[in-house]
């Protein structure tokens, strides 16, 4: 079964950081770019970062430039997302995406459960 | 930066009856990077329209999508009621790599 898993989330104080990771299975995990996309409680979908599918090419929302980074461990099968300078708006639940329609490479078709995150003091 | 704006914010429409919803770009995509979610609570988003009218793997066919340049439409033709739930439109701008989703358009039961 092709799946991913996050984890990782957890209540950090403001100004804090949190590492997330995402473990995938059931597909060959380095023929794919990945993302991670946020929704915070009670709101819409929002795009946080993408990497491609050798980890040479990362890219950010402006919400997340320079506090956020993310990477992949093609050995391992697993996405991260390191986030710093965390911030109330940063709570939400985060999922690992993965864009793998052949052709669309902005169609997500695989979505993990999501982590949460919760920032407060 | 691209804007998605979707529209009704709410519909409410009973089992069987014929849902619409749209979502306007704030200037023309291309449609083979437009694509649409159902999101239904507790749940992640589920791919159910990409490429502006194709319906992904294992979609019934009461879904459809359409549209081009700066509108999209994905339509419903007969709400079941699983159908009741939260749809995102979504645009994938390729250079660089990035996404927009609109706010979503929430389908509930009249």
């Known amino acids: 079964e092709v799946q991913l898993v996050e984890s990782g989330g957890g209540v950090v104080r403001p100004g804090g950081s949190l590492r997330l990771s995402c473990a995938a299975s059931?597909?060959?995990?380095?023929?794919?770019?990945l993302s991670w996309v946020r929704q915070a409680p009670g709101k819409g979908l929002e795009w946080v970062s993408g990497?491609?599918?050798?980890?040479?090419?990362?890219h950010y929302a402006e919400s997340v430039k320079g506090r956020f980074s993310i990477s992949r461990d093609n050995a391992k099968n697993s996405l991260y997302l390191q986030m710093n300078s965390l911030g109330a708006e940063d709570t939400a639940l985060y999922h690992c995406?993965?864009?793998?329609?052949?052709?669309?490479?902005?169609?997500?078709?695989?979505w993990g459960q999501g982590t949460m995150v919760a920032v407060s003091s | 930066e691209i804007v998605l704006t979707q529209s009704p914010g709410t519909l409410s429409l009973s089992p069987g009856e014929r849902a619409t919803l749209s979502c306007r770009a704030s200037?023309?995509?291309?449609?083979?990077?437009l694509a649409w979610y159902q999101q239904k609570p507790g749940q992640a988003p589920r791919l159910l329209i990409y490429?502006?009218?194709s319906r992904a793997i294992g979609i019934p066919d009461r879904f459809s999508g359409s549209g081009s340049g700066t509108d999209f439409t994905v339509t419903i033709s007969r709400l079941e009621p699983e159908d009741f739930a939260v749809y995102y439109c979504?645009?994938?701008?390729?250079?660089?790599?990035?996404?927009?989703f609109g706010q979503g358009t929430k389908v509930e039961i009249k």
């Open positions: 995406a993965r864009p793998g329609v052949v052709g669309h490479p902005g169609a997500f078709d695989i």
């Open positions: 059931g597909f060959t995990f380095d023929d794919y770019g």
């Open positions: 990497i491609n599918w050798s980890g040479s090419n990362t």
């Open positions: 200037q023309s995509v291309s449609s083979n990077y």
């Open positions: 490429g502006a009218s």
């Open positions: 979504q645009h994938y701008h390729s250079s660089p790599p990035t996404w927009t």
